[in-house]
């Protein structure tokens, strides 16, 4: 067969054009393998045995910080903070010493007292005060149950003031009818604010009969402790008049240090874009917030967010060339994320750069785990920007690989809400829950690692298509992170770091109750009709008592001053 010169022109050019095609593709291959590698490198260390679910503070957690730190410097980033790293504290637990006492004195001294055995006859309850003593007159109030609207005040004609008061649990007539009115009165937090309000210099809780179930002896960590001490004496169902009670508090409450790990890198532009996610896990559980009911084991946190970590140190290497250089970049491991935002939240309150010059947020929390079957990506925070939407049409998707859904809400139970309560446009970027979710079953093995380079080229494009200049931020209409439900909500987002008395706010839905009340961020609610709030559990006790409908008054401070206005919910 003969071939015309212009044949075998084309015939060259066919073949070089089929080289390429395959040498393009065997780059693309190749590329992704060495990503794949690194990725399953990191998240094999982060949820290696060794770290033990990196629960924050831990010895664990200290060595994920020090390894990213490491991996940032490798990338050429620049460390802030103190060699890379922002620490902040955070109360760990709260344990009962044993120079906790009660004893019972007689009046006029004519007998000797009487002490009792810590944890066997009685322990302190989660508002007892860590440090504090109290030696006065017993006085029995009954149930200790005040609720006007149904002509009941055990302190009626009673005076309690400097008293040591008894108070039985739960309320009368329980056994008949469990679901009584009353029941909304009779839980813990709501007879302690009574006493205290009444101006008590102690309380001690008691049975109303042998069988009646104990109260938890575990202290709330996250609880502010009262001024006085509150026990629970469970070798008795009343206490004989006529006698004194010596009550002393005693304690524990040690802190730990969480480790924000945070780098920059400098492409001297105006603006500046945070790439984050959080490095801390549960742990061994210690802080009862995993689903798991076994016995004690790691949670090695592999998707739960070893996953998230892995991808942003993935963009700390590859964020280069022309078409990122938009923006500076920001990479920031939180920790504290798992016990209620504190990393992210003390970042806000002590920024290592000028907020001003944030641009948006990036959070990537859970990317390991892209269903095999049905290859969804979820993208929480589209409605914080008008941008958002726009970009999300652009993408050019093989739905044979990824496909996109999205939810407009900048809140969420993760570390870009933190952000978006400073008014930062934010992207959440996550695989999906799954059933090994905060259970020891998140392994490093379970992990999708193409599913996660695919999602990697979203976050990539979502980059290259924002505008260099400023977003523009919008509000969501979404009301809460929280899981919790009740009948009705305030319509605000509780600031979980705060340890100070009541419940200071990050934010305020727009039509919902506190914003209808006047509600601003940072305002601290202190009370809801007559329910005193001191800390989240007094506020969720709070709402607990009322029904969609009903009208009350909230009380809040707005620094010194004092604000009180009319609520409905």
Not at 289 to 318: C, F, W
Not at 355 to 374: A, E, F, P, Q
Request: with cysteine.
């Amino acid at each position: 067969m003969k071939y015309t010169l212009l044949t075998k022109v084309k015939l060259i050019l066919c073949l070089s054009t089929i080289f390429n095609f395959v040498s393009l593709n065997a780059q693309k291959t190749n590329e992704k393998d060495e990503i794949i590698g690194r990725l399953k490198k990191d998240i094999q260390f982060l949820a290696s045995d060794e770290l033990k679910g990196r629960q924050t503070g831990s010895p664990g957690e200290v060595a994920s910080a020090n390894y990213i730190a490491q991996e940032f410097k490798k990338n050429k980033l620049k460390l802030l903070g103190k060699n890379g790293f922002q620490e902040f504290s955070m109360t760990q637990m709260r344990i009962a010493d044993e120079n906790c006492k009660l004893g019972l004195f007689s009046v006029d001294n004519n007998m000797p007292p009487k002490y009792f055995t810590l944890f066997e006859d009685f322990y302190p309850l989660s508002h007892t005060t860590n440090y504090d003593s109290a030696f006065a007159e017993a006085i029995d109030v009954g149930y200790g149950i005040v609720a006007e609207k149904f002509g009941k005040n055990d302190y009626e004609g009673v005076d309690i003031k400097a008293k040591i008061v008894v108070i039985r649990l739960g309320f009368f007539g329980v056994e008949e009818n469990p679901h009584s009115e009353l029941s909304d009165y009779s839980d813990i937090s709501t007879k302690v604010k009574e006493a205290v309000k009444r101006g008590a210099a102690g309380i001690i809780f008691i049975r109303n009969k042998k069988t009646d179930d104990s109260p938890s002896g575990k202290l709330d960590r996250g609880i502010t402790p009262l001024d006085i001490p509150v026990f629970y004496f469970k070798a008795n169902t009343g206490i004989p008049k006529g006698l004194k009670i010596k009550m002393v508090s005693k304690v524990v409450s040690p802190q730990s240090i969480g480790h924000n790990v945070i780098a920059f890198k400098n492409n001297h532009r105006r603006k500046t874009v945070i790439i984050c996610a959080h490095h801390d896990h549960i742990g061994y559980n210690e802080f009862e917030n995993s689903r798991y009911t076994g016995p004690q084991a790691i949670h090695n946190g592999a998707d739960d967010n070893a996953s998230g970590v892995a991808a942003m140190l993935e963009l700390s290497r590859k964020l280069k060339g022309w078409k990122y250089r938009k923006n500076n970049y920001l990479f920031i491991a939180f920790s504290g994320e798992e016990l209620g935002l504190l990393g992210s939240k003390f970042f806000t309150q002590n920024p290592l750069i000028k907020m001003k010059k944030v641009n948006y947020v990036i959070n990537i929390d859970m990317l390991g785990r892209i269903d095999s079957t049905n290859k969804t990506l979820s993208i929480n925070g589209v409605g914080t920007s008008p941008i958002w939407t726009e970009i999300v049409k652009k993408y050019e998707l093989d739905t044979t690989q990824l496909k996109v859904v999205t939810t407009e809400s900048g809140l969420g139970p993760s570390d870009h809400a933190s952000f978006y309560l400073e008014n930062i446009p934010v992207l959440h970027f996550f695989s999906g829950q799954h059933r090994d979710y905060h259970t020891p079953d998140d392994d490093e093995y379970k992990i999708n690692y193409t599913g996660m380079v695919n999602s990697l080229e979203i976050i990539k494009t979502t980059i290259k298509k924002t505008k260099c200049k400023k977003l523009k931020f919008t509000k969501t209409k979404d009301i809460s992170p929280g899981k919790t439900r009740f009948k009705v909500t305030l319509g605000v987002m509780p600031d979980y770091s705060f340890s100070g008395k009541g419940v200071r706010i990050d934010g305020a839905t727009p039509g919902k109750a506190a914003e209808k009340a006047g509600m601003l961020k940072n305002d601290i609610v202190i009370q809801i009709g007559e329910h005193q709030i001191n800390d989240m559990q007094d506020y969720m006790s709070a709402l607990s008592k009322f029904n969609k409908g009903e009208k009350t008054t909230v009380t809040y401070l707005r620094g010194t001053e004092k604000i009180v206005k009319d609520l409905e919910f």
